[in-house]
């Protein structure tokens, strides 16, 4: 599976991007997906993820309510809509595939992973 994250800019604090990760193979809809994001200096970090049906989401507290990811399976896309943006949001998001989606939130357990897009919030 190749990852190919977009969708990243700079935003005013407030504001809404939405991410895409667009992926490559016929064997997209059996992986749940996942974004991180790792700022600066920082660990890369869960964001949210979402299982192969699309019929589970999870969340980090710090984006809960605020972000939301969707998966449409047909066009092998998985989205991040990322509304009410703080600059502490600003960070390099990689999206990435799972294959067994055991401990979904642990990016050592993710199989593919893409380049990652930047999102950078001013205040």
């Known amino acids: 599976v190749q990852l190919q994250a977009s969708g990243g800019g700079l935003v005013q604090a407030g504001g809404s991007l939405r991410l895409s990760c667009a992926a490559s193979?016929?064997?997209?809809?059996?992986?749940?997906m996942g974004w991180f994001r790792q700022a600066p200096g920082k660990e890369r970090e869960f964001v949210a993820a979402?299982?192969?049906?699309?019929?589970?989401?999870y969340y980090a507290a710090s984006v809960e309510g605020r972000f939301t990811i969707s998966r449409d399976n047909a066009k092998n896309t998985v989205y991040l809509q990322m509304n009410s943006l703080k600059p502490e949001d600003t960070a390099v998001y990689y999206c990435?595939?799972?294959?067994?989606?055991?401990?979904?939130?642990?990016?050592?357990?993710?199989?593919?992973w893409g380049q990652g897009t930047q999102v950078t919030v001013s205040s």
């Open positions: 193979g016929r064997t997209f809809s059996s992986y749940a």
């Open positions: 990435a595939a799972d294959r067994l989606a055991t401990q979904i939130r642990n990016r050592y357990q993710y199989d593919y």
């Open positions: 979402i299982t192969w049906s699309g019929g589970r989401t």
